[in-house]
């Protein structure tokens, strides 16, 4: 079936423009996640939707980030103001709404957008 | 700060040996996972322990979970040339999110044919 897609693959923008990422996420998962990766990092949690309820926004870096989920599908994570410091990949992934504390939750990843701000 | 950190940060072995990589955590866990990132398939989940397991096979991966040490290993046995990418521990913090993971830096494996 199909997996989490997300575009663009690559972007590259000039410092102080707005930009906007789009995830799809597998049909049927109700839990969808954006990260972010710096070169040589590991993953940075930025934002959780899960169904209808309030997102968990507590991983985003500052307020020139918000995303939004339409329809509880489709995902757009939006920077306004891009400085050189937000060029990174940003992943995006979905799961089935995770089970208790010790369940867990597989979350299944996109191929990311590559964004460079010069 | 990183909640994971695995070691070492890069390893380089000969197709047909195993690959062992450590992941240490500061604070309690649910559970730990290890993620798998390469250029051709980007990031893919490996492989879940809890925290009341201690150990957990799939294919020639084999997880080992140390609660009282706070680490965990992943072996993969009889590397393959295909096995080269990077591996991520990921963890869910006790009394936290239960669908917040927290990933460390990684290991880079290369694995040489």
């Known amino acids: 079936g199909a997996g989490v897609s997300q575009s663009p693959s690559n972007k590259v923008t000039e410092k102080g423009k707005d930009v906007e990422l789009r995830c799809d996420p597998i049909s049927g998962h109700t839990a969808l996640y954006w990260y972010r990766q710096s070169l040589g990092q590991g993953l940075e949690f930025l934002i959780y939707f899960q169904g209808n309820s309030a997102p968990d926004k507590s991983g985003l870096p500052s307020d020139r980030f918000s995303a939004e989920r339409t329809g509880g599908s489709v995902s757009t994570l939006t920077i306004q103001r891009t400085q050189q410091e937000d060029s990174a990949v940003y992943l995006c992934?979905?799961?089935?709404?995770?089970?208790?504390?010790?369940?867990?939750?597989?979350?299944?990843f996109g191929p990311g957008t590559r964004l460079t701000v010069l | 700060s990183q909640q994971g950190e695995e070691d070492p940060q890069a390893l380089s072995i000969q197709e047909g040996e195993n690959a062992t990589m450590n992941c240490s955590y500061k604070?309690?866990?649910?559970?730990l996972q290890w993620y798998r990132q390469n250029s051709g398939r980007g990031l893919v989940h490996l492989i879940l322990i809890r925290s009341n397991e201690r150990e957990k096979h799939s294919g020639r991966l084999r997880v080992t979970l140390d609660t009282s040490k706070k680490s965990s290993s992943l072996l993969i046995t009889a590397s393959r040339a295909a096995d080269t990418a990077s591996y991520f521990c990921a963890t869910v913090l006790r009394g936290g999110s239960n669908y917040k993971l927290t990933f460390g830096k990684g290991t880079l494996l290369t694995v040489n044919p």
């Open positions: 604070t309690s866990i649910n559970n």
């Open positions: 992934a979905s799961s089935r709404r995770p089970r208790g504390q010790v369940g867990g939750n597989e979350q299944f």
